[in-house]
């Protein structure tokens, strides 16, 4: 907006055959148009951002000083704040403000008639510069309510796409957010050949946990589940919320046999530390069935082979964690 601006004051200029301005303007156009041609090919924001504010500056203190179009060109210093807040920080923003608006009684006052001989009237001079305060302190007040609303939203928008891939009651990554984190790993698979493993692990006797003890033991029983299978993965692991009192954790670049080593750990760490409700001890165990991907074989193959091992598991007295060929501890 500004390089077309730019061009039909340097057009006007030129029919009224004003040789020192005319030359000046497109020289500055040429700076704008150059300006945004290297960002373009750049991508340097903060670099096009800082060249910006000091041509624009030089600009305004051109129209200032020449008192162009018959003085009103100087108007143009209105746009000077707005602009200089948007794109700068409020730091920036002040300084460049306070430089200008000292540069503005400067030039209004006899020292400048003196330097440029302006021909401002003295009203004009006073109007100009008590307008020039009132919008940089307005533009400083907007500038920061814009700023603090933008900084609401984006913390509203972080904590909606947490909830959306989070579960409330444990923190854990939800069903879906485990979803895509094994399509991610899958991708990887198909990529590098590297296989990885899945842990499908379930809380036993957990309807019984409920009906003796009540809905909110059981909910500290998943949340110490959840714990407990966080403190004991990897940090490059997934440990996900799979359905009510199911676990699905993801293990990146596991074979079966450190897998199923995985999944006996997972065990024996859960058993180790029952849930203490209202002066009552309440056992935990848990149940494992282990999967590793092979070969083309999909993501709800793989799951379905991890379910079966559970459910092998279940079937051979529970507390025990099954790869799918069938192998328990």
């Known amino acids: 907006a500004a390089t077309p601006t730019l061009a039909f004051f340097a057009y006007r200029a030129y029919l009224r055959e004003d040789a020192h301005s005319t030359p000046v303007l497109i020289f500055f156009m040429a700076l704008l148009a150059l300006n945004g041609l290297v960002y373009l090919l750049t991508r340097r924001e903060a670099l096009q951002r800082r060249s910006f504010i000091a041509i624009v500056t030089g600009l305004f203190v051109f129209f200032a000083i020449t008192a162009l179009e018959e003085g009103s060109a100087i108007i143009w210093m209105f746009a000077y704040p707005p602009v200089i807040f948007y794109i700068s920080t409020p730091r920036t923003g002040i300084i460049a403000c306070a430089g200008g608006l000292g540069a503005a009684i400067i030039l209004f006052s006899p020292i400048g008639d003196a330097i440029f001989n302006t021909s401002y009237s003295t009203s004009f001079r006073v ?30 928008a972080a904590e909606f796409e947490y909830a959306a891939t989070h579960d409330a009651l444990t923190s854990l990554a939800n069903r879906r957010e485990g979803m895509d984190r ?31 003890f009540g809905h909110q033991a059981g909910d500290e029983v998943i949340v110490r589940v959840a714990q407990t299978l ?3 993965c990897r940090k490059v692991d ?16 596991t074979e079966a046999g450190e897998a199923l080593q995985t999944g006996e750990r997972f065990r024996e760490a859960i058993h180790r530390n029952p849930v203490s409700y209202q002066g009552r001890e309440i056992p935990l165990t848990v149940s ?9 074989e999909s993501i709800d193959r793989l799951l379905q082979r991890a379910d079966e091992a559970l459910y092998q598991a279940k079937g051979l007295g529970r507390n025990r964690v099954c790869c799918y060929d069938g192998s328990a501890s």
């Open 230 to 232: 966080k403190n004991e």
């Open 238 to 253: 997934t440990i996900a919320r799979w359905g009510g009192e199911e676990y699905l954790a993801l293990l990146p670049e």
């Open 127 to 156: 109007t100009m510069v008590a307008v020039l305060v009132f919008e940089m302190g307005s533009c400083y007040i907007l500038d920061q309510s814009r700023r603090r609303a933008k900084s609401r939203l984006l913390k509203l």
């Open 182 to 212: 094994l399509a991610v790993e899958y991708e990887r698979y198909l990529r590098n050949a590297r296989p990885f493993s899945v842990v499908l692990l379930d809380i036993d006797w957990f309807k019984n946990v409920n009906d003796e």
């Open 288 to 296: 494992a069935g282990v999967a590793t991907i092979r070969g083309s």
